[in-house]
């Protein structure tokens, strides 16, 4: 059974950082792209950021609005995803979910369970 | 960046209607599109890939459709469980983009 098994929210202030993780299980996780998208309270979907597998280069993408300040990682030994996000502020307040997806190979679109970030003084 | 212009951004139905939802892409973006559904609380799930390829394990009465630019998702006969937001994604190109959603109540 594939699962995404996210850690790492909480509250925070604004200006500080947290580092989320996501274990991946029941898939290659070396081989799997790997993206962050967030869901911020009332609004809808949001991307943001993508790192390729080592193997295509492990190379990252990030939304603008993140780009500078957040950092996204990969340890394929302990088949873990992490985010480390820095100079938070408020409108970074939001769900954070870690996905396989997108794919265009059926079955393979797999979803963390969501994890919680609060930026507030 | 690519711009998805999703509508309606809500809509009441009966059950049993035929529910649609349109996705409009801002330049062609081929077939790659996605649709999830969004309950509260939960992660997105995703019902059709590709703009028209059911997701394993999806029901039938989810369908899309579409190419290029514009694009249909369609539910065939609306039931209590579809309660939920809609969003298209794009993955032509980055930055992913999502549409703006489609809240979907019960009449």
């Known amino acids: 059974e594939v699962q995404l098994v996210q850690s790492g929210g909480g509250l925070v202030k604004p200006g500080g950082s947290l580092r989320l993780s996501c274990a991946a299980s029941?898939?290659?996780?070396?081989?799997?792209?790997m993206n962050w998208v967030r869901q911020a309270p009332g609004k809808g979907l949001e991307w943001v950021g993508r790192i390729k597998s080592k193997t295509d280069g492990g190379t990252t993408d990030y939304a603008a609005p993140v780009k500078g300040r957040f950092s996204i990682s990969r340890d394929d030994s302990k088949n873990t995803l992490y985010l480390q996000m820095n100079s938070l502020k408020t409108g970074d307040t939001a769900v954070f979910y870690c996905t396989t997806g997108p794919s265009s190979v059926a079955g393979t679109d797999y979803w963390g369970q969501g994890t919680l970030v609060t930026v507030s003084s | 960046d690519i711009q998805m212009t999703q509508s309606p951004s809500s809509l009441s139905a009966s059950v049993g209607d035929r529910v649609t939802i349109t996705c409009q892409a801002s330049q062609d973006i081929s077939n790659y599109l996605d649709w999830y559904q969004k309950k509260p609380g939960k992660a997105p799930k995703l019902l059709i890939y590709d703009a028209s390829k059911l997701e394993t394990g999806v029901p039938s009465k989810f369908s899309g459709s579409g190419s290029g630019t514009d694009f249909t998702f369609t539910i065939s006969s609306l039931q209590p469980e579809d309660i939920a937001t809609y969003y298209c994604q794009q993955y032509d190109s980055l930055p992913l983009t999502f549409g703006g959603g489609t809240k979907v109540e019960i009449k």
């Open positions: 029941g898939f290659t996780f070396s081989d799997a792209w």
